[in-house]
């Protein structure tokens, strides 16, 4: 039996809707994530928030991979117990993702994320790569590869930017650095340690060894990984591949879990003076149905 006349227009009604139902989400999504990055305070307002519960960016760099799903835990980050992010803020420019980072996804600020979902936990900052691979305690503890013992940097007395900028150059190696401790049980400590994370950048950018920053997320239970609080699954403007990589994720998302996550391109900022840019664009998604 062919559809009647109705029926095609209605079905075409509903996939117009869909569709625009689909672009609104993605602007809004866009426009709220380009909020974030241009907000720049010092903490949220609340009992020592952290400024990243309310602010900028926080985006992790993945590749799509057959064995896993790119929102669960690589076979490092599982090893460690903790997920590597960066943190992006219009004060802290950055201009370069971690290991030719093209592609990936977001997550909604804490105070932001969606009702029910998953409270993932930040548990440290790093004003560079602190090559969070080869350190214990979930990527923010001792390097193994080097002589001496990390520890957080309150427990080495470093509270401030400038403590930390005077200690990297007694020793300015990347790997033998200090991190900022901003674990919930550090409160209210939590807040200015994370915002003087965020100061290093700004007063010792251009020496940094490299343009990204660091923090370190638990790994969260994988079995409870559709309610992650995703936002969007971005690309960067300009790789090869990374469209297609954040395609790829948007559709396994929709796959896995039957809902529509926003691809978003986002435009790196090439000079410090410059922000980053985050955009929707509907050529660019790749699940036409939520």
Not at 22 to 27: I, L, M, Q
Not at 64 to 92: C, E, I, M
Not at 105 to 113: A, G, I, K, S, V
Not at 181 to 194: L, N
Request: proline share 7%; with cysteine.
């Amino acid at each position: 039996m062919f559809p009647t006349l109705t029926q095609l227009l209605v079905s075409a009604t509903l996939s117009v809707a869909v569709a625009n139902a689909n672009a609104s989400t993605g602007t809004q999504v866009a426009a709220q994530m380009q909020r974030n990055h241009d907000s720049t305070p010092t903490q949220c307002q609340g009992n020592a928030v952290p400024a990243h519960a309310c602010s900028g960016v926080l985006l992790r760099s993945t590749r799509p991979s057959p064995q896993y799903h790119t929102w669960h835990h690589s076979p490092n980050s599982k090893a460690k117990g903790g997920v590597s992010f960066s943190y992006l803020r219009a004060d802290v420019p950055t201009l370069q993702l971690a290991e030719d980072g093209r592609s990936g996804y977001t997550l909604y600020p804490l105070l932001q994320r969606p009702k029910g979902s998953l409270r993932y936990e930040l548990l440290c900052a790093s004003p560079t790569d602190s090559d969070s691979w080869e350190r214990d305690r979930h990527g923010c503890g001792n390097n193994r590869k080097t002589a001496d013992v990390q520890m957080a940097c309150h427990e080495r007395g470093i509270l401030t930017a400038e403590d930390w900028i005077e200690q990297f150059r007694e020793n300015p190696d990347y790997k033998a650095q200090c991190t900022f401790d901003i674990q919930r049980e550090r409160v209210p400590e939590r807040a200015d340690a994370f915002y003087q994370s965020l100061r290093v950048k700004q007063l010792y950018g251009n020496e940094m060894p490299y343009p990204w920053n660091e923090v370190i997320i638990r790994a969260w239970d994988e079995d409870r990984s559709s309610t992650l609080p995703i936002q969007s699954f971005f690309y960067i403007e300009g790789p090869g591949g990374a469209l297609q990589q954040a395609q790829a994720d948007q559709k396994d998302w929709h796959r896995t879990n039957g809902t529509f996550i926003p691809v978003i391109r986002i435009r790196l900022p090439a000079t410090l003076q410059e922000r980053a840019q985050f955009s929707y664009h509907e050529s660019d998604q790749a699940v036409a149905l939520p």
